[in-house]
């Protein structure tokens, strides 16, 4: 049985950092792309960044030059980098994946950005 589970997530002041991670477990045979996703508070979830298995990542324009997303295939994990963080950054964070050409969710870590 897949399954991806987020860490990491926590409260931090303004301008400070978090390092999220998803582990992904179960019997896989194929990681496909790898994906953040947010949810704030009354609001609809939103994409944050993708990692392809090949290519260059790509982030939606609010967090450009302050995320970075990376993976690990040996470790089967996706890491998300999270500098100079804003209010408007709190949200559950979301792993996503294409594990064997099927989609897979993670259930989340509250991320809160407050001083």
């Known amino acids: 049985q897949v399954q991806l589970v987020e860490s990491g997530g926590g409260l931090v002041q303004p301008g400070g950092s978090l390092t999220l991670s998803c582990a992904v477990s179960?019997?896989?045979?194929?990681?496909?792309?790898l994906e953040w996703h947010r949810q704030a508070p009354g609001n609809q979830r939103e994409w944050v960044a993708f990692v392809p298995s090949r290519g260059t990542p790509r982030y939606t324009d609010s967090v450009k030059g302050r995320f970075t997303i990376s993976r690990d295939d040996a470790k089967k994990t996706v890491t998300l980098q999270m500098n100079s963080l804003k209010p408007e950054d709190t949200a559950i964070y979301y792993c996503k994946g294409n594990i064997d050409f099927r989609e897979y969710w993670g259930r989340g870590t509250q991320v809160t950005v407050s001083s």
């Open positions: 179960g019997g896989i045979r194929t990681i496909g792309a």
